[in-house]
């Protein structure tokens, strides 16, 4: 009997510093609002993950140890791993490999988007029982959530990262795989100014725009 514990929530984050978190956001948010965004989405995803009821991984840069991640209190439940060197691609393979060790599924997600709920990512999860891959694409291109069963390092290698067709080309590395996907439905990450308008209502409510 398989005695692997369902799923893992991975969520790939960057600590929120002054003057490095969500920099593309400082010409409408300023650098003090644009690191605030940063931590509010950081704890807003680390809170939608937890209400799934699923084990969530913090697979984090600078390093789990570094004294920067006591400043956000985060629950005690979160298990907690460094990010890999190299390129993400490397990373999300190596934190998905080392997390199918122990779940049989893995989603794999970032910080960047208020959209992905616990209730997306259940159903994210959910389609893992009849797909061997489930995704949920971001409007600009990219995707927001990777569900997996399996790492195949297709998937991540020799990938061009933070570009319009992150998403099209996994699809295509999915069909030379002759794995199936279940494409749910795009959201919205917030990097630009622009995609401030994709905001939870009242987000915005204690920032100071920029003119």
């Known amino acids: 009997m398989?005695?692997?514990p369902q799923t893992c929530i991975i969520i790939f984050a960057k600590f929120p510093a002054q003057?490095?978190?969500k920099t593309r956001l400082q010409p409408a948010l300023g650098i003090d609002g644009a690191a605030c965004m940063a931590r509010q989405l950081l704890l807003h995803s680390v809170e939608q993950a937890l209400a799934t009821g699923y084990t969530v991984e913090?697979?984090?840069s600078p390093a789990p140890t570094d004294l920067c991640w006591k400043?956000?209190?985060l629950p005690k439940s979160l298990l907690w791993s460094a990010q890999a060197q190299g390129d993400l691609g490397l990373r999300m393979l190596t934190a998905s490999q080392n997390a199918l060790t122990n779940f049989d599924k893995v989603l794999l997600t970032g910080s960047d988007?208020?959209?992905?709920?616990?209730q997306r990512m259940q159903s994210a999860a959910q389609q893992l029982e009849q797909y061997d891959i489930s995704m949920i694409p971001a409007f600009d291109g990219g995707y927001v959530l990777l569900g997996l069963q399996q790492a195949n390092a297709h998937l991540f290698s020799n990938m061009t990262w933070s570009v319009s067709d992150v998403a099209a080309v996994t699809k295509q590395r999915i069909k030379d795989l002759s794995?199936?996907?279940?494409?749910?439905?795009p959201l919205a990450d917030i990097d630009e100014p622009d995609d401030l308008?994709?905001?939870p209502t009242g987000w915005l409510a204690?920032?100071?725009l920029v003119n």
């Not at 988007?113 to 616990?118: E, Q």
């Not at 794995?179 to 439905?185: K, Q, V, Y």
């Open 2 to 4: 398989n005695q692997k």
């Open 19 to 21: 003057g490095m978190a």
């Open 58 to 60: 913090m697979c984090v």
């Open 71 to 73: 400043e956000l209190d």
């Open 113 to 118: 988007c208020p959209d992905l709920t616990a």
């Open 179 to 185: 794995w199936s996907l279940a494409l749910l439905e």
């Open 197 to 199: 308008q994709y905001l």
């Open 206 to 208: 204690d920032y100071t």
